[in-house]
Every structure is written in structure tokens, then in C-alpha cells.
């Protein structure tokens, strides 16, 4: 008989997603769910990657109680107001995907109806200006928060980048003074129970064995348990997501640190920019199918801002999932439960949702087949939904100027984003539902930016007397451009406030 209460919680992996489970679990839990083993291995080491992150980490980052000036000295790292997109729509072409909101709702109606009634009466102000997170990147100006404004002001909202590896230590000694075990070691062999297959024992290279549970595989894309001990399937959505490599490579950074993460696009994929106190991190993710190595290494060498730290150093993936996240006793989280490509910014975050989801649905009975569809059922609709937000950046372009946007342009996309690009173009409507990651102001953000205009706004928009709209959404304009002005710079924010050592 499995026992009543877990008492033994094993982690597979101590890359982000093995250190932000280990961290979360043993702060939610207390000890009192039982004890909590990590397993990594030196030898075979992390991924490396995954610097930039979404808003939800305040979240996360709030549950531990970490101090957040602390965190981002410790981790070299920098704020992130959102995502400037070069080059995608067209060559020469920016936009940026900002955190926070252009303006809240007025009598229900989406700012972004006001604002294009206004544009249909022959107003040209950009819809970025009305956003301080958009206002603040331009200006190169970072604070975490702007003063409260006038009813339907916008908020601003903010993530972070940082050093992967200086992340991953700093979970480490917040997870092992919690009391998280760490074992060292290659793990060589899995045990399974033979009348169930569920996952029993370890055995790690120097002859230890460590028995559990409940077994985490964040073991990153080997998928050790999940995949290669269950044998769970892979769902292959490389069809509409063709991106299959990456390069990454450090530079030295520049004096002002920006406050967004850049992704420019390239003939075959694009190139992220992430910038550190320390650095700046670069990567070139693209599609084998379509760029050598060797040409994508010299584009990505090309568009350095500064001396090269390192050699760049090579990743290979396909986009996708586990057909199942959670199989008898294995749940896998991070790279081992399956990756859609870092365009967004969205795999520490799936890492945060999943324990959040297993948290929430803690199984006092691993073989409870309810918990588990439930958990596996949440999954699958969160990972879709951020697949098809990956999938409008790259099919909505007019780029025609390579076999790789002629393949993404006119590709076959899920019906799913079909429907959400319909709905927009009539109407400028955002097909989504409470609890969906991305927010209808990033949907917008990102439709607009890449060239799927609706053909009229909200015909409620009209409700409102437009004098009265006009005053509305000048004033926040006004409330937008005053809190920039006072805002400082950000290289200037985090020397006051979470400066970094030397590196
Ligand atoms: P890993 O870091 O690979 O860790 C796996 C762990 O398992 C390691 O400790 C390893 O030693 C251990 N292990 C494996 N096999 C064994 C064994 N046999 N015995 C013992 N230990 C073992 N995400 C974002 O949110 N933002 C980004 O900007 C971003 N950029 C990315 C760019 C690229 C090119 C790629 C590929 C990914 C990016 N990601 C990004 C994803 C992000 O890097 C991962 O989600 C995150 O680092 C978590 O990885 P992981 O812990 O699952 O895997």
C-alpha cells in the first residue's frame, strides 16, 4: 500500500525548474508533508539558459518572502517592462509587448476600443503612448510602480532578467536552509514497482539509492523519469513552431542597462538580448530546416553590442509537450515536461504554474486518477494557449523576404488561433478566458504590432460622449507622460536600490 501521507517528495534535477520546486515546497509544506529530496548532478550539468521572465515571478517570488533587492543583486539581474519585437512585422518595423495595461476599462469597454474610436475620428497618437511600461522602456527609465492616476489610468507592471546559474544557486541556499536534502550524483538506474510501474528507487553511479514517493522530473529535456523511464509520448508542435536550435553567447554589456528583453527577427528566427548588470545575454534560436549552423552562429556574432565573453554555445529542441504531465507517480516540470521556445518568455513561468497547480491538488494518494487528470487537464489547456500566442508572432508578419517567413505567413495555424484572429479582426475582440496567462492588453499589444488590425472597434466604445472621451484618455496621457518624466533611469534604479557586486 501506497502510504496515506506523502513522506518522501524526490526531485529529479537541480536546473531552475529543480531548485523553484524544491524552494516553493518546502516553504508551502513547512516539513509537515514530509521530506523533500533534490538529486542533480554536476557532471551532467543545466541548461544554462532562461534569463527573462513574466510578471506572475512577483507572484512567486512573494510566496518565498524573498527580498526583492536582495534577489536581483545576488542574481546580476535587471527589470523588464516587456518585450521590444524588431523586424518581425517587417524589416525595419519595432514594437513593444509591454507588462501592465494601456488603460483600464471604461463602463466595461476595453481601453483599446476608445482608442481606436479615436483613431476612426483622425486622432494619430501611437497606443504605445498611452502605456507607462511602453513610455518608460522608450525613455530608457525604470520604477516599479508609477502614482496612482485618474479612474482608468494604466497600470505598469514589471518582470525580471537574470543570471540562470546565479538564480538557481540563490533557490539552492533558500531551499537547503528550509531543509531540502541535496544529493550529488548521476543518476543511472530508475526502479519501478512491477505491479504498477510506479517509480520507487534512484540509483545513483556511486552505488546510492533514494527511494521516494512522489517524483518530480525536472531533469530538463532528457525527461528522465516522464519520458525515458514511463515512456510518456511527445506532442511535436514543430509544425507551427519550426524553431529547433539555439546559440547562446555573453557579451559585455553596455552603460545603460534597457529594461525589456529584444528579440530581433533574423531571415530564419531571431535573436533575444537580455541585459545583465554583469553582461548581456544573446541567443540566436532558429530552424535547422531552414539555417545552417554556421550561418546562424555568423548572424548571431554580427549583432553583438559588445566584446565576447564566451563561445557560443549550442542548444537543440523541439517545440512541444509530454502528452501527460503527470503519469502514475512522476510529475514532470520544466524542460522535462515538455518546451514551446523562450520567444515569450514563458517556461520559468510554466515551472510556477505547474507547482502552483500541484500545491493546490497535493495528493494525499499519488494514485488518485482524479488529481492527476485535473492537474493533466489544467496543463494542456495552459500550455495550448500559450502555443498559439507564440504561433500569431510568427505566422501575422508581411515578411516574404525568406523560405522561413514564406513558411510561417502562409503555414496551416490551430483553429483555436484562428478564431481569436477572426474575432479580432472584426470587432477587436480577444478571445480568452479568466486565468489565461497572457492578458487582453498583450493580445492587442501583439496583434497590433504585427499588422492584424480589427476593421471597427466595440460599437459600446460609442456610449461614451466623445467629448468626454477625449478628456478621459488625454488625461491619462498626461498621467502617463508626467510619471515618466519623474521616473529615474533604470541603470540609476538599480544602483540605488539592488546594485550588484562585481562580477
Ligand atoms: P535543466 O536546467 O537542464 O536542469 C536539468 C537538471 O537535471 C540538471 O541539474 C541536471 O544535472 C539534472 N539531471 C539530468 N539528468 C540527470 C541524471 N541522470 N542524474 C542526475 N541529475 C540529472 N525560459 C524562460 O522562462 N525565459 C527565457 O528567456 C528562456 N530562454 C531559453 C532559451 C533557450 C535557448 C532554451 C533552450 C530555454 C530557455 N528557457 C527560457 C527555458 C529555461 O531555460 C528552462 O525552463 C529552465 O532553465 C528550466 O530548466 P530545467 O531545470 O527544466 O532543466
Redesign the pocket.
Known amino acids: 500500500m501506497m502510504p496515506e501521507k506523502q513522506h518522501h517528495i524526490v526531485i529529479?534535477?537541480?536546473?531552475?525548474?529543480?531548485w523553484m520546486s524544491a524552494a516553493l515546497l518546502a516553504k508551502a509544506t513547512k516539513g509537515r508533508l514530509g521530506r523533500i529530496t533534490l538529486?542533480?548532478?554536476?557532471e551532467?550539468?543545466?541548461?544554462?539558459?532562461?534569463?527573462?521572465?513574466i510578471p506572475p515571478i512577483q507572484f512567486f517570488n512573494q510566496l518565498l518572502g524573498l527580498d526583492e533587492a536582495d534577489f536581483v543583486a545576488r542574481t546580476q539581474g535587471s527589470f523588464k517592462l516587456g518585450i521590444e519585437f524588431r523586424n518581425w512585422t517587417r524589416q525595419g518595423h519595432s514594437y513593444i509587448h509591454p507588462f501592465g495595461n494601456y488603460g483600464g476599462n471604461i463602463d466595461a469597454v476595453s481601453f483599446h476600443h476608445y482608442w481606436l474610436r479615436l483613431r476612426a475620428l483622425g486622432d494619430g497618437t501611437d497606443i504605445g503612448d498611452y502605456c507607462p511600461a511602453i513610455a518608460a522602456a522608450r525613455a530608457g527609465k525604470f520604477a516599479p510602480e508609477i502614482p496612482q492616476g485618474p479612474t482608468g489610468a494604466p497600470v505598469l507592471s514589471f518582470a525580471y532578467h537574470f543570471d540562470?546559474s546565479l538564480y538557481a544557486a540563490y533557490l539552492r541556499d533558500f531551499a537547503v536552509k528550509l531543509g531540502v536534502r541535496r544529493v550529488e550524483?548521476?543518476?543511472?538506474g530508475v526502479r519501478q514497482r512491477a505491479e504498477d510501474g510506479y517509480v520507487t528507487t534512484l540509483d545513483l553511479a556511486d552505488g546510492t539509492m533514494i527511494e521516494g514517493d512522489l517524483f518530480l522530473d525536472?531533469?530538463?529535456?532528457?525527461s528522465?523519469l516522464l519520458g525515458q523511464t514511463l515512456g510518456v509520448g511527445f506532442r511535436d508542435w514543430s509544425r507551427w513552431l519550426p524553431c529547433d536550435r539555439?546559440l547562446?553567447v555573453p557579451c559585455v554589456g553596455t552603460d545603460e542597462i534597457t529594461p525589456y528583453t529584444r528579440s530581433t527577427a533574423h531571415a530564419a528566427g531571431w535573436q533575444?538580448r537580455?541585459p545583465l548588470q554583469h553582461r548581456i545575454g544573446n541567443?540566436h534560436?532558429y530552424s535547422s530546416a531552414f539555417m545552417d549552423d554556421a550561418e546562424a552562429e555568423a548572424i548571431l556574432m554580427g549583432n553583438l553590442d559588445g566584446k565576447v565573453l564566451a563561445d557560443p554555445r549550442p542548444?537543440r529542441?523541439t517545440a512541444g509537450r509530454r502528452e501527460k504531465a503527470w503519469v502514475r507517480n512522476v510529475v514532470g516540470?520544466?524542460?522535462?515536461g515538455g518546451?514551446m521556445e523562450?520567444l515569450e518568455?514563458?517556461?520559468?513561468?510554466?515551472?510556477q504554474t505547474a507547482l502552483f497547480r500541484l500545491l493546490a491538488l497535493m495528493p494525499t494518494d499519488v494514485r488518485d486518477p482524479a488529481t492527476r487528470d485535473e492537474f493533466n487537464r489544467l496543463s494542456e489547456i495552459e500550455y495550448e494557449q500559450i502555443r498559439d500566442f507564440l504561433i500569431l508572432h510568427y505566422h501575422a508578419t508581411e515578411r516574404d523576404d525568406s523560405d522561413f517567413w514564406n513558411y510561417c505567413r502562409t503555414m496551416a495555424i490551430p483553429d483555436s488561433l484562428r478564431h481569436k484572429m477572426d474575432l479580432f479582426r472584426a470587432r477587436g475582440r480577444v478571445a480568452r478566458f479568466d486565468g489565461q496567462l497572457f492578458s487582453e492588453a498583450s493580445w492587442v499589444a501583439v496583434f497590433l504590432g504585427q499588422g492584424v488590425h480589427p476593421v471597427a472597434y466595440d460599437p459600446m466604445a460609442d456610449v461614451l460622449p466623445e467629448a468626454e472621451m477625449r478628456q478621459r484618455l488625454a488625461r491619462n496621457l498626461d498621467h502617463v507622460n508626467r510619471s515618466i518624466a519623474a521616473m529615474p533611469g533604470h541603470r540609476a534604479f538599480l544602483n540605488r536600490h539592488c546594485r550588484a557586486a562585481a562580477a
Open positions: 529529479v534535477g537541480g536546473g531552475t525548474a529543480g538529486v542533480e548532478s554536476a551532467i550539468g543545466t541548461v544554462g539558459v532562461g534569463e527573462a521572465t540562470a550524483g548521476r543518476i543511472v525536472c531533469s530538463g529535456f532528457r528522465l539555439a547562446a533575444w537580455i541567443g534560436v542548444l529542441f516540470i520544466g524542460l522535462a518546451f523562450p518568455s514563458t517556461s520559468i513561468h510554466l515551472v
